[in-house]
Nanobody, 125 residues
Framework: QVQLVESGGGLVQAGGSLRLSCAAS????????MGWFRQAPGKEREFVAH???????YYSDSVKGRFTISRDNAKNTVYLQMNSLKPEDTAVYTC???????????????????WGQGTQVTVSS
């Protein structure tokens, strides 16, 4: 099992950038696919980005071209670089991990079996 702790959230003006980090502990980190989700107040949690253990990446249409997910297995850390931020990006961002071999697609919450506590991102206009 992987334990996840997010950091790097904060308040930023529209058009600005933030870099989120997800520090992982556990002996199977490099074997896990990783994802970022977000949840705004009163909304359902939605998919943001995904990276496989081999480094293949996938994004939701709403963040494609603005956000970049990456991982550094030597540091047991996954990142989400967020550029050109918009007020509608305001949400709690949560890191998630899922073992290989799942039948769920990368954008489904069921793909992941371990979740962090989240970090708040607020974008002002």
């Amino acid at each position: 099992q992987v334990q996840l702790v997010e950091s790097g959230g904060g308040l930023v003006q529209a058009g600005g950038s933030l870099r989120l980090s997800c520090a992982a502990s556990g002996r199977t980190f490099s074997s896990n696919a990783m994802g970022w989700f977000r949840q705004a107040p009163g909304k359902e949690r939605e998919f943001v980005a995904h990276i496989t253990w081999r480094g293949n990446t996938y994004y939701s249409d709403s963040v494609k071209g603005r956000f970049t997910i990456s991982r550094d297995n030597a540091k047991n850390t996954v990142y989400l670089q967020m550029n050109s931020l918009k007020p509608e990006d305001t949400a709690v961002y949560t890191c998630a991990a899922g073992a290989s071999g799942s039948s769920y697609p990368y954008f489904a919450k069921g793909r992941y079996d371990n979740w962090g506590q989240g970090t708040q991102v607020t974008v002002s206009s």
